[in-house]
């Protein structure tokens, strides 16, 4: 009988309780593939040849940057903020590691609404974080009174809101995104990574009001480099200047950040993909809504959840052995029986409209 690993009994409890984050992928001839978010449209090929020959000049014996400070002042000058107030990262999910080694310690009081990206209460917990979860409204929208209730009795060190909302694409307005944050005497994390995509104003309009709050936005949607992995924090120079204590050196590699330089300097491509996305997105919404017997979350991003008619893992199944992947989205329980799909190409949307069609059809 093998001996048990005796390192097994020092790994961290918090760590033991979590398990690896995987998305599932059914077996099958994926033709359509629409369960991520991702953007339709890779990198044009002109575009991704200046990437690659500016590849070929790298030394690949040389260490990056500790910190990517000319990206870093690319972003704030795109935006209209303080480089000394971005930190880059290696996708917003290692910068959402990096907020919980600054702010989350055992104890710590960490306010997540639901449903909400299940990363971050992983987060929360394997730091000791006590999550203080807030259910939603029956609109399946954040619960703003019941946000502002917790922030006065608990006393958060840390509160995240992410508008648009992954998995519901539903949005927090300004006026409640403020109101939060002149409750809150501590962190306010607001995950844009869908912002581009929202008619609602970011917080950005008016963050030189608030201190305590920081956004985080990624180059993995509107942007089109999810495999490239580039996040970005925005918030005041004193709180940065802290969170680049522990941050950690050399994450961002010289591929990565001269991809994100370039498309930062294509503003009308990423600007037009952009519209594409919100008309096409508008045009899923109105399809899925003709359909008789589904129910559909009007969002603002580029993906649309909805209800279906009948056995959601069994159309979600269906769909995939037609070459159509989508997510299930029965993981939250306030979305048991709940599909989610990511807005494609035209022919791609068509596709997946067709296949579920067919499939409630024959039911």
Do not use: C
């Not at 000394?84 to 290696?90: A, C, K, S, T």
């Not at 639901?114 to 990363?119: A, D, G, N, Q, V």
């Not at 259910?135 to 703003?144: A, D, K, R, T, Y």
């Not at 893992?313 to 306030?334: H, K, N, P, T």
Request: net charge positive; hydrophobic share 40%; glycine share 6%.
């Amino acid at each position: 009988m093998a001996m048990l690993n005796p390192a097994l009994s020092v790994v961290k409890p918090e760590v033991q309780r979590q398990h690896p984050y995987l998305v599932s992928r059914p077996p099958g001839n994926i033709r359509v593939k629409l369960n991520q978010n991702e953007l339709p449209f890779d990198v044009p090929p002109h575009l991704r040849k200046k990437i690659l020959n500016a590849w070929q000049e790298i030394a690949f014996n040389r260490y990056p940057l500790e910190q990517p400070d000319e990206l870093a002042r690319l972003i704030a000058k795109h935006i209209k903020w303080s480089h000394e107030g971005i930190i880059v990262g290696n996708g917003s999910n290692e910068l959402t590691y990096t907020i919980g080694l600054a702010f989350v310690s055992s104890g710590s009081r960490v306010v997540l609404p639901r449903p909400m990206f299940s990363f971050y209460q992983r987060v929360a917990q394997i730091f000791g974080g006590e999550v203080i979860s807030i259910p939603p409204n029956e609109n399946l929208g954040f619960n703003v009174h019941g946000i502002l209730e917790a922030i006065k009795t608990r006393h958060p060190s840390v509160v995240v809101i992410t508008t648009p909302n992954n998995p519901t694409s539903l949005v927090v307005s300004l006026a409640d995104l403020q109101a939060i944050a002149k409750a809150s005497s501590g962190l306010v994390l607001i995950d844009e990574a869908y912002v581009e995509f929202a008619l609602e104003p970011s917080m950005l309009s008016v963050l030189k009001e608030f201190p305590n709050v920081i956004l985080l936005r990624t180059f993995s949607k509107a942007y089109g480099l999810a495999g490239l992995r580039i996040g970005y924090l925005i918030g005041d120079p004193t709180l940065m200047s802290e969170i680049m204590k522990v941050r950690l050196p050399f994450m961002i590699d010289r591929f990565s950040s001269s991809a994100a330089k370039l498309l930062l300097s294509h503003s009308d491509l990423i600007d037009d993909r952009i519209q594409f996305v919100q008309s096409e997105t508008k045009k899923l919404t109105n399809s899925l809504k003709q359909i008789d017997g589904v129910d559909v979350l009007e969002g603002q991003s580029n993906f649309v959840t909805f209800r279906p008619p009948g056995d959601q893992q069994e159309i979600f199944q269906r769909l995939a052995r037609m070459g159509v992947l989508v997510r299930d989205m029965s993981g939250y329980s306030e979305l048991i029986g709940y599909l989610r799909v990511s807005t494609g190409t035209s022919d791609e949307n068509t596709k997946f409209i067709k296949a579920l069609t067919m499939i409630l059809k024959k039911d």
